[in-house]
T-cell receptor, first 112, second 114 residues
């Protein structure tokens, strides 16, 4: 069964460092997403990506965040200068239009 | 505005009890989709069900059942004869026709004790 793959599963980084979270969406999906879940809280939308550009982003997705689909299979989330409050589980998801989103296993980011 | 409310923060039941998780949504879209996801202690998000706004038929899948009522904007989830493995956080989510992303509720943490 096809699945969304995220790497690494856990990333520890120092405050102020840049991190890149990696995702390989399901191959025939067209829409890609990043969501964030701070420990114990709800899942929050960050950004959606379609046709090689951002289609929507939330208030959380400020200038320190960026996304890329560099090679047609990977979908990355870059956080330029991490802050303590960026510590969270980051989920990548992909979907065809108006269907359920398939989520990756998540990357737990810990900023120290 | 799109919104999903899961008023129950935590529920604790004893194994074999039935339990219903509530979900109330708000949307101005006439076409929308509702979802339930399960998040076990391991952290991943597991898709359970999707309903579109034109299909109000209740659905049963094994011990799981869903009651979608447009009149009350609710999409409740019932687990019959709960088991310890059902212990997880359950999220209700909304995908409006005018918006491409899922709006999640805050989740309900279900603890099933043996």
């Amino acid at each position: 069964e096809p699945e969304v793959t995220q790497t690494p599963s856990h990333q520890v980084t120092q405050m102020g460092q840049e991190v890149i979270l990696h995702c390989v969406p399901i191959s025939n999906h067209l829409y890609f997403y990043w969501y964030r879940q701070i420990l114990g809280q709800k899942v929050e939308f960050l950004v959606s990506f379609y046709n090689n550009e951002i289609s929507e982003k939330s208030e959380i997705f400020d200038d320190q965040f960026s996304v890329e689909r560099p090679d047609g299979s990977n979908f990355t989330l870059k956080i330029r200068s991490t802050k303590l409050e960026d510590s969270a589980m980051y989920f990548c998801a992909s979907t065809r239009p108006n269907t359920e989103a398939f989520f990756g296993q998540g990357t737990r980011l810990t900023v120290v | 505005a799109q919104k999903v409310t899961q008023a129950q923060t935590e529920i604790s039941v004893v194994e074999k009890e039935d339990v219903t998780l509530d979900c109330v949504y708000e949307t101005r879209d006439t076409t929308y989709y509702l979802f339930w996801y399960k998040q076990p202690p391991s952290g991943e998000l597991v898709f359970l069900i999707r309903r579109n706004s034109f299909d109000e038929q209740n659905e049963i899948s094994g011990r799981y059942s869903w009651n979608f009522q447009k009149s009350t904007s609710s999409f409740n989830f019932t687990i019959t004869a709960s088991q310890v493995v059902d212990s997880a956080v359950y999220f209700c989510a909304l995908l409006g026709g005018s918006q491409g992303n899922l709006i999640f509720g805050k989740g309900t943490k279900l603890s099933v004790k043996p």
